[in-house]
């Protein structure tokens, strides 16, 4: 097909959501932009149409498995709804006496979201709520393999609109099968670009032009020390690196496990279905067969996963996920990166201390800024963990992929992309969540100064390092 016809299909969609868009916000109201995030949300929501986007994700990007992606579709999506319910989008959201500054809430415009194939469903529904809840229109780049799942997702959202009178054009996606071409125009035309996925787009984000926010690659190490409940540690650590076949960037990849209870920690992993690998070499091989990431490996049940690395018979059929021993970091040892599959690395720790370093290493080499998780009582060993760490999150005795991106039990807003910060090239160190989709006029008033004399500032330094 012709390329110049691709950009100019591109350039019309986006032309189209920037009419779109200014309506929505000419006549907007809190309601409607409520109403239409509640929209795109049921679309992804109502279990049959959960389980057919389930169902078609698997079926055409071959990662992952069904009943986990209806359980992300889901909780993702309520959780975010239940973090924007009492937002509010439009109009003054702050008028401040004190400063004499009123703030007005206002879209960023049309937002280009590029979206990755691990998520074809979760993460543009999530991108399109957001967008929605601050007026914003959306139009969204899936990759190849993600296709077929945004188009289906589309149509419910459309649907849903059909109901509530509102246009179609708000929520788009660049057609065809996707090309880097059509993605960096849409990179390059929009007001705002969202990209979660391979960090090529990342970088290609940054140097397009647009504002843009862009997450860091993940590859979370957790530390298990001498005074955690091991057993805990382990439920937790199996139930969140065998979830959706970790697809999740928050999918736990190396586990650093001090030496006074590595033997325990072991066994308390074999209870779960977490088996002990010792023969580094044959994994690499196998995981790694041409230098890639094999894919009849990569975010497959436990079983076609120890088929493709030539184990059966030599791991316990209860299985669930393997924890290799290894001790090398970096591009010479790629265990101790990204694997996207049942596959940890499992390393030994003299002490916490050790195991501190240890981390700090791996992340040196890949995922930092993204988060690191610790099981330990001790809770000033989070605090040490957050001071010398490389990254945005620490998170304490949870199952690390379901609690990185929000969760019922902690803080943190639900979101599909972790921004990284400095350490891991990125413009926000949060979970991209709606206050990234909205930005303000500011009405500024005269107040009564407010104007210090010069050694009420210079005091304490004068009588430090004198005048």
Request: glycine share 8%.
């Amino acid at each position: 097909m012709n390329v110049s016809n691709d950009l100019s299909e591109v350039d019309l969609i986006v032309s189209r959501a920037r009419v779109a868009q200014a309506e929505y916000e000419k006549n907007g109201s809190q309601d409607r932009y409520d109403r239409a995030a509640q929209a795109a949300a049921w679309a992804i929501m109502e279990p049959s149409r959960n389980r057919h986007l389930a169902e078609l994700a698997v079926k055409t990007t071959g990662l992952g498995n069904v009943p986990d992606k209806i359980t992300k579709n889901h909780r993702k999506t309520l959780g975010l709804m239940r973090d924007i319910a009492a937002v509010k989008t439009f109009g003054i959201i702050r008028d401040d006496a004190q400063t004499g500054i009123t703030e007005i809430a206002r879209p960023m415009g049309v937002i280009g979201a590029v979206v990755p194939s691990t998520n074809p469903a979760a993460t543009p529904a999530n991108n399109i709520i957001n967008a929605l809840k601050c007026g914003n229109a959306i139009v969204l780049s899936p990759s190849p393999k993600g296709v077929p799942s945004c188009e289906t997702l589309l149509q419910f959202i459309h649907a849903e609109f059909d109901k509530i009178g509102e246009t179609h054009d708000l929520v788009q996606m660049v057609p065809g099968t996707g090309s880097k071409e059509k993605t960096q125009r849409l990179l390059e035309i929009s007001d705002l670009i969202v990209v979660t996925g391979s960090q090529n787009n990342v970088r290609r984000a940054y140097t397009s032009g647009t504002p843009a926010l862009a997450v860091g690659a993940g590859n979370v190490t957790v530390i298990v020390d001498e005074t955690c409940d091991l057993d805990a540690a382990a439920r937790k650590i199996t139930a969140s690196k065998t979830f959706d076949n970790a697809t999740s960037c928050s999918s736990e990849n190396a586990l650093v496990v001090v030496d006074a209870v590595y033997d325990a920690f072991v066994a308390a992993l074999a209870r779960t279905g977490g088996a002990l690998v010792t023969d580094e070499a044959a994994i690499v091989a196998k995981l790694w067969p041409d230098g890639h990431l094999n894919r009849a490996v990569i975010a497959q049940d436990a079983d076609k996963m120890i088929s493709a690395l030539g184990l059966e018979g030599t791991v316990p059929a209860d299985t669930e996920f393997l924890a290799v021993e290894t001790s090398g970091i970096g591009p010479d040892h790629p265990l101790s990166g990204e694997k996207l599959s049942r596959v940890a690395a499992l390393y030994r720790a003299q002490d916490f201390d050790d195991a501190v370093q240890i981390a700090s290493q791996i992340l040196a080499y890949q995922g930092a800024g993204h988060s690191v998780g610790l099981h330990s009582t001790d809770p000033d060993r989070a605090i040490a963990l957050g001071n010398a760490i490389p990254t945005c999150r620490v998170i304490v005795n949870q199952a690390h992929c379901f609690a990185t991106g929000g969760a019922f039990n902690n803080g943190m807003p639900f979101s599909l992309s972790m921004g990284c910060g400095s350490w891991g090239g990125n413009s926000i160190d949060d979970n991209v969540h709606w206050k990234h989709f909205l930005q303000t006029t500011k009405i500024i008033r005269e107040i009564p100064p407010v104007e210090p004399k010069v050694e009420d500032i210079f005091a304490t330094y004068w009588q430090a390092a004198g005048k």
